[in-house]
C-alpha cells in the first residue's frame, strides 16, 4: 500500500471529503433554490394603484392649507396595508386609511408602498390659509381697500380690516416714496402710471398683498368741482382762488319754451356764466381744530366725527402730543380721556392750544402729528358754618 493511500480515500484522483463537500453544497442550493421558487409564487402581482386625499383622486387642484388635516386613502382591495411617507421628515404610518397634518408651506411628495413591491406617488403643495375679511355687512372685503383710479397730484388713502401687530406700505419696485406703517395711509403721486401698492403684515413677507392703482393724467379741460368738496364742513377745510370775472348784466334767461324776440345790440354787454373757482383740498387749519376741541368739551362733537375732517391722519395711530410730553397717545384715547374730564362735575376744560403738523416731504397736506395742550380746572365747594349766639 502506498503511503498516500493510508489515511484517506479517493475516487478520480479527488479525497473523499471534497467529494462529500461538494454534494453538501449543491443540494443545499437546489433546497434554497426551490424555496425562493414556491415563496415567489405566493407573492400577489402588483397593479397600479391611486391615492385620494379627501377622497378626491388625482384632482387637478393638489394645494391645501397648512394645519388642514387630509384624509389619505389606497384605492387597493381590502386586506393589504399601506406604509405612507409624507416627505416632511415625520413618521411613516401603516394603515389603509391614514391623516396627517402639514405644519410647514412647500411642495411634497406622498408616497405609498405595498407588500413592499407596489409604491404609488402624488404631489401636493401646501400653503398658508388666505386671511377672509368681512365688513360689517357681512361682505367679504378686500385686503387692501381704496380707489383703483386716482387723479395725479391727489391724495389717495388706503386702509385693510386685517389684524396684525404692524403694517408697513410701500410702492412695489418704487424707492421714491418711503415706508409708511400703520392700518391707514395715503399716497400722492406726481406722475401718472400704473403703481402697485404692497402692504406688509408683522414684518412677514408670507404675509404680502397687493393692489394695483392707475394714476391718471390731469385733464386741463376738466375744471368739473368734486361734489365731495362741496359737503358743509369748516370753511378753511378749503382754500378758494377766484378768478377775475367779467361785468356782466344779471338778466333771466329765456324758459325753454319761450322763443327770443330779438338779438341783443352790438353795444350791450351780454351775459357770460360766471367762471368756476378752482378749489384746493386741504386739512383743517390750527384755529379749526381747536374750535372742534372746544365742541368736544361742551359735549357738541363726537370723537368719531374727527375722522372726516383728517385726510390722511390715522386716529389709533400714536401721534398724538399732549401738553409738552414726549410719549405720543392715540387721538382717539386722547380723545375719550378729554370726553370723561369734561363730564366731571364741577371740572372745567379749556383748550390751550391745537397744532397740526404736516412733515411728510411726499405728502405735504397729510398730517404727521398732532400738538395739542389743555387745562383742567376743578371747582372746590367752601362750606361756611354759620355762628349761633348764645341767649
Not at 348784466?249 to 367762471?275: D, I, Y
Amino acid at each position: 500500500m502506498r503511503s498516500s493511500e493510508i489515511f484517506t480515500r479517493q475516487r478520480m484522483k479527488l479525497d473523499i471529503s471534497v467529494w462529500l463537500s461538494m454534494i453538501t453544497v449543491i443540494v443545499l442550493s437546489c433546497g434554497l433554490f426551490a424555496y425562493k421558487m414556491i415563496d415567489k409564487s405566493k407573492i400577489k402581482p402588483c397593479t397600479p394603484f391611486d391615492i385620494t386625499i379627501n377622497g378626491l383622486a388625482n384632482s387637478g387642484d393638489s394645494t391645501y392649507n397648512v394645519d388642514e388635516s387630509l384624509l389619505f386613502k389606497g384605492n387597493i382591495p381590502s386586506g393589504d396595508e399601506i406604509i405612507w411617507y409624507f416627505g416632511d421628515n415625520t413618521k411613516k404610518q401603516e394603515g389603509f386609511i391614514t391623516s396627517h397634518t402639514f405644519k410647514q408651506t412647500g411642495n411634497f411628495v406622498i408616497t405609498a408602498t405595498i407588500n413592499d413591491n407596489c409604491v404609488s406617488r402624488r404631489k401636493i403643495n401646501i400653503i398658508k390659509p388666505e386671511i377672509i375679511i368681512r365688513d360689517s355687512s357681512g361682505n367679504i372685503a378686500a385686503n387692501i381697500i381704496g380707489s383703483d383710479e386716482i387723479p395725479i397730484g391727489e391724495n389717495a388713502t388706503f386702509y385693510t380690516l386685517l389684524p396684525a401687530s404692524s403694517y408697513v406700505w410701500t410702492i412695489e419696485n418704487n424707492n421714491y416714496y418711503q415706508p409708511r406703517n400703520g392700518k391707514q395711509t395715503a399716497f400722492k403721486f406726481k406722475t401718472a402710471g400704473i403703481y402697485t401698492i404692497m402692504l406688509v403684515l408683522d414684518n412677514d413677507r408670507q404675509k404680502t398683498f397687493r393692489k394695483n392703482v392707475v394714476v391718471n393724467p390731469a385733464d386741463a379741460n376738466n375744471n368739473d368741482e368734486d361734489e365731495s368738496l362741496t359737503k358743509l364742513i369748516p370753511s378753511d377745510y378749503y382754500k378758494v382762488s377766484p378768478k377775475k370775472e367779467d361785468s356782466v348784466v344779471n338778466q333771466n334767461l329765456p324758459a325753454q319754451n319761450q322763443s327770443v324776440q330779438s338779438l341783443p345790440a352790438q353795444n350791450q354787454t351780454v351775459q357770460k356764466p360766471p367762471e368756476e373757482k378752482t378749489i384746493e383740498k386741504r386739512g383743517i387749519g390750527a384755529g379749526t381744530f381747536k374750535g372742534l376741541l372746544e365742541n368736544l368739551v361742551l359735549g357738541k362733537m363726537e370723537c368719531d366725527k374727527f375722522n372726516q375732517y383728517f385726510l390722511c391722519l390715522n386716529l389709533t395711530a400714536k401721534n398724538v402730543y399732549v401738553n409738552g410730553g414726549r410719549k405720543p397717545v392715540s387721538f382717539s384715547d386722547f380723545c375719550q380721556q378729554l370726553q370723561l374730564q369734561s363730564q366731571k362735575k364741577g371740572t372745567t376744560v379749556e383748550i390751550a392750544s391745537a397744532e397740526i403738523k404736516r412733515d411728510d416731504p411726499d405728502n405735504p397736506d397729510c398730517e404727521t402729528r398732532l400738538n395739542i395742550g389743555y387745562t383742567v380746572t376743578e371747582k372746590k365747594l367752601i362750606l361756611f358754618k354759620k355762628k349761633t349766639t348764645p341767649h
